[in-house]
């Protein structure tokens, strides 16, 4: 079953601390793995995209890796914001006919000032 | 990057109508849309895809004369909820796809009383 599961389910921490959220996948066949940002009460929005071949990409204070070996993702927030504040969704992309996407659950990260 | 747009932002309707929520892809053409439906502290659930032109695939469980779905321009693609209840109440996200990746839509919160 193609399955996406993220941990911590919730996250809270101080303003200008690190944190890392973590993503495992039995997605198969993968095409590709994305996380997105969601704010409260808005639409997601994509932060990386990584294929089968990369390893690790950044996008400003967020920095995404992925392990294909192991089916593991991790994001992690540099010198955390009060803006980071918000759902992080792990999407994985499967190649199934038509492209499909299967999302975890979501990590909410609250972070407090 | 490329923008979708969904109008209303948010509409509140009374049981037994009908409301209709619409979904734009501002800068490109896309044949392929998705709406997904999004319930509190929950991932999102894709609901039906969309292709232009065509009828609309729904996922097992969703009622296809009740979420109406129209896609008629490669631009617009529509989601009518047919005689409304109060657990149609939701978030509901479309998204659409370019060429390379699938954008979202910033939702349109329902509530029926």
């Known amino acids: 079953k193609n399955q996406v599961e993220q941990s911590p389910q919730s996250l809270i921490i101080l303003e200008g601390k690190n944190c890392t959220l973590q993503?495992?996948?039995?997605?198969?066949?993968?095409?590709?793995l994305r996380w997105y940002k969601q704010d409260t009460g808005r639409g997601p929005v994509s932060l990386t995209i990584?294929?089968?071949?990369?390893n690790t990409k950044s996008n400003g204070r967020y920095t995404a890796t992925l392990d294909a070996d192991t089916k593991q993702s991790s994001l992690h927030i540099t010198a955390s914001q009060l803006s980071d504040s918000a759902s992080y969704i792990c999407?994985?992309?499967?190649?199934?006919?038509?492209?499909?996407?299967?999302f975890g659950q979501g990590t909410r990260l609250t972070i407090n000032p | 990057g490329a923008v979708v747009s969904q109008h209303p932002s948010r509409v509140i309707c009374k049981s037994g109508t009908s409301v209709k929520i619409e979904c734009r892809s501002l800068?490109?053409?896309?044949?392929?849309m998705f709406w997904y439906r999004q319930f509190p502290k929950k991932s999102l659930m894709l609901m039906a895809t969309?292709?232009?032109?065509?009828?609309?695939?729904?996922e097992q469980g969703v009622e296809k004369d009740k979420f109406l779905i129209n896609h008629a321009s490669l631009t617009l693609s529509t989601l009518t909820v047919t005689s409304a209840h109060p657990e149609d109440s939701s978030f509901y996200i479309c998204?659409?796809?370019?060429?390379?990746?699938?954008?979202f839509g910033p939702g349109t919160r329902l509530t029926v009383t």
């Open positions: 998204s659409a796809r370019g060429l390379t990746e699938q954008y």
């Open positions: 993503c495992n996948y039995t997605v198969s066949p993968f095409s590709n």
């Open positions: 990584m294929t089968f071949s990369e």
């Open positions: 999407v994985v992309s499967l190649i199934q006919g038509a492209q499909k996407l299967v």
């Open positions: 800068d490109f053409q896309a044949t392929t």
């Open positions: 969309s292709n232009e032109g065509s009828k609309a695939t729904y």
